[in-house]
């Protein structure tokens, strides 16, 4: 049960991320190569690092062709039918969304099937879903979202903790998994529509640092 739910949600996952890419790489005038590539960068590298931190070796992203298929499949769309994509707000957030909540239930449900922890697989479904959007993001010389305030790894890192306890308290699979992926699609909606966000650093407005910080020991020479 375990093995079919976290093959539909990957590939699941694997396709809207990698529409996420190709949007991206569009917005950024990328040719149909480069659309490819970040459609396959986005949908495939959080899945990859996965793979490789539980041993599951070669990763299923490279040896198997359905999701080559699929990114190049949503990559394709997206090049050809971008227009109709770009009229919806935040395409790549929403895309990304969607993305976030499939690739962190399937994350740790593949690493509980490998054995860890519920704790561990949380993690590890965690960085399934931040892998991804945060090469993505380098790629097309934008700050990776997962490094900005608004939730991000904590949505993944919720989702991902529900189909976990789920797990332990010897829940069948589905109802944590459905709840993991709404409750990480529901914190991803309300930071983009309504701007939820964690705490931010606070710099001086003029760049100066406070007479009380320059008294300090480690800022005298």
Request: glycine share 12%; hydrophobic share 50%; net charge positive.
């Amino acid at each position: 049960m375990y093995d079919l739910l976290s093959s539909v949600l990957d590939l699941g996952g694997t396709f809207v991320f990698a529409i996420s890419g190709g949007v991206a790489a569009v917005r950024r005038r990328m040719d149909v190569f480069g659309v490819l590539v970040l459609a396959f960068v986005a949908g495939n590298t959080g899945g990859i690092t996965r793979d490789l931190l539980i041993g599951a070796t070669p990763p299923a992203a490279i040896s198997t062709w359905h999701y080559v298929a699929m990114s190049v499949l949503a990559g394709l769309l997206v090049f050809l039918w971008c227009p109709p994509i770009a009229r919806l707000q935040h395409p790549v957030q929403w895309f990304d969304a969607l993305g976030l909540a499939f690739f962190a239930v399937a994350g740790t449900e593949k690493a509980l099937d490998f054995g860890l922890s519920p704790v561990m697989a949380a993690l590890l479904g965690m960085v399934t879903g931040i892998g991804g959007g945060m090469l993505r993001d380098v790629l097309a010389n934008d700050i990776p979202v997962v490094l900005r305030s608004d939730f991000y790894a904590l949505a993944a890192l919720a989702g991902a903790a529900v189909v976990a306890g789920g797990h332990a308290a010897g829940v069948p699979p589905l109802l944590p998994a459905a709840l993991g992926a709404t409750l990480c699609f529901a914190l991803r909606f309300g930071a983009i529509r309504y701007g939820w966000h964690l705490p931010t650093g606070r710099w001086p407005r003029n760049g100066r640092v406070s007479d009380r910080s320059r008294d300090h020991p480690d800022n005298k020479r």
